[in-house]
């Protein structure tokens, strides 16, 4: 089975959004071994929409359409699609039951124009939403599947997931796709290639992917197969000549963020974490508190941004804070120290550099970043000159913080 | 005049690549009143090409076509559109000595398959590339334009600029379009609508767009104009009668984000801010510091996760920990005061609240957040439910702290 998928939204067409939403569902369907064969984007118009529908409703068995289903008159999905099938629109009592049970749940009361979103074809069956007010909508016709997923990334996500993965498993039979992603921390992309272009060039099945995404390096593996063992084989072979070119720079294969991986680390081992940051203003923490459960060992942690918070928070002297500068190794390790100590954790990490784009010298350029991890054993200091701009620098810094945290707590 | 894009390339098609080139081209074709009104992405398959292609050139009097123009079997981009157009391709040596000497230059030999690249349909013209081998096409036929560029975004910029913006300059009579974007905090998106609906509906110039990202609710209005000033003219026009609808919830009409809105207005009336954070785990800190010069009002923070840092680091009492609990309207209050005091800042916030997805109970469900934000003035306490994840909750939380921030130095 071969899929399309229609994006909707004026905004799309802008030079200042993209559709992202496909590339997740793309993941998805080519897991089911389902390929993409056209991707569609066309703005919140009617008339438009229906030219696209109709084409692709001649050509492809599976069509997923995205977007257009809030609550306003823009969200014209539902309507363009019913009208292209010859459908009528019904309401279904439902639906709007639960959104606004939804709206009264947040001591709120439903505005009326939500009601559109209870608008389902006939003969079609609606897929709820557990993230959001509209509800996604399945229609099979002249064989053909058609399904309509709401914009809104986490709800599309939630849907397609829960949803729509199950019955298209159902449906789907032959040939399969399997993939797989090797995270790599602590290593610049060029040199994974160099490292690893060698082995997988060979291969055409598995196909290779490298792509930089938030700090990480992730190799992209991805097999087909008659069946899911025959494409989980290939992806094994591939994968064991890879692995000792990375060697420990590989912190994942199955998915999980670094910060989860330090996460569940941090439980194995049974220690608490407490973080001292200047240049990274909180987003160190914020990612180590993005994990569900981060309590059971995140302490908290300070964003010493002024050199006063530094002392006060993390008891770092305010002589070397003079004598060496804010930005300098001695301070990062007194903020490592300084943190561990007054919040009592067993690992202490201290982060100071220049984000930029101001404040940078000759000395101390913009990218100069310390990083320090303390624990009982001693304190390790790295120093950093990470290239971009003030979000890619923070970015690099709390990645670096959390690579060297890795590879501390593993020991 | 109305543009399509067509995208062509079977990496296009798979979960790790989006096409950013038609963002771009979109950019600049607005910049000429041009409108973009579909983009489609297809693989390297001569058929498909050809069916979009035949769709595209029935409707629109502009098409640009991406990738497709290397020198291998793949690329198709040639031989499809020639194919629809009933025309042939001939040879242009001119373009063959050019490549030639581009190899030469780098001291190789030209591959054979590179003469591919040197097929032009009859009657079109070919497109110097000053940054790579493969020449670009212009079509004009039956009263359309056809523009055919390389995939790589260096060649595919350089060409349209240099090649392509002066010829559709000529071809366009002058409508320009504009755009402004209203953002607005503490509204849900249909609530948005339902204000707005009434008066953007009588106007399909400027057209308006309702989007719900990051928290913020955005209203994009977008005007045609015969000069940019009548565009403007138009937007200031309904810009005029939406505000009233919306009133102070509207937070920038320039494209400054909450956290920067909130900068500039703590650096006018020169105050200082220090934030201690629970649920939200440095996501506030880490908003307010991406704003660069953020150092100049921002002291810093505390991410208290534990209750002996809410002890520790904002000063609140274990008894009112003890009696309340850390998610109560006492502590959020506790922490905003607390941090104020201790950090010695103007302004201080304190965010207590469930963000799940553990931990809720009856009595405190996931989503049940606290946000106090204290001054000279005294302290204000507000009680939020949002929904959605973890992920969500926390986002809705620092928007929510902000915009409380923001209304609290307004006045």
Redesign the interface.
Known sequence: MDAEIIAV????????R???N???L??KL?SLGI??????????DAE?LG??FR?TFE?SKLIILMGGL?????DINRQAVANVLGLTLHEVPEVIERIAA?YA????TM????ARQALVPEGADWLPNK???APGIWIERDGRIIIMLPG?P?ELE?MFDEQCMPRLKDRVSGSQIR?RVLKVAGLPESEVDERIAPIYKPYSNPST?I?STGGAIEV?L?AHGATQQEADALLDELTEKIEPALGDHIFSTSGETLEEIVGMYLVMKQKTLA?A?SC???????R???V????EY?????????N??KT??AGVSPKLLETYGAVSKPVAQALAEGIRR???ASIGIGITGIA???GGTDEKPVGMVFIAVADERGTEVREFRFPGD??RI?LLSSQFALEMLRRRIRN
């Open positions: 939204g004026s905004e799309l067409l802008t030079p200042h993209s559709d992202t496909s590339l997740y793309t993941s080519n390929e993409v064969r056209f991707k569609t984007i066309v703005g919140d438009r030219t696209v084409a050509r809030g609550p306003t008159e823009d939804r749940r947040t001591g709120r505005p009326a124009n939500n993230k959001g007010t809104p986490h939630a993939t992917t792509l992209h991805s973080t940051e990274t203003g909180g987003l160190l923490s914020e180590i508190t993005r569900p459960g981060s309590s995140y302490l908290g942690g300070a964003v010493c941004y002024s006063e918070l006060r928070f007054k919040v009592q930029g784009p101001g003030r979000e923070r």
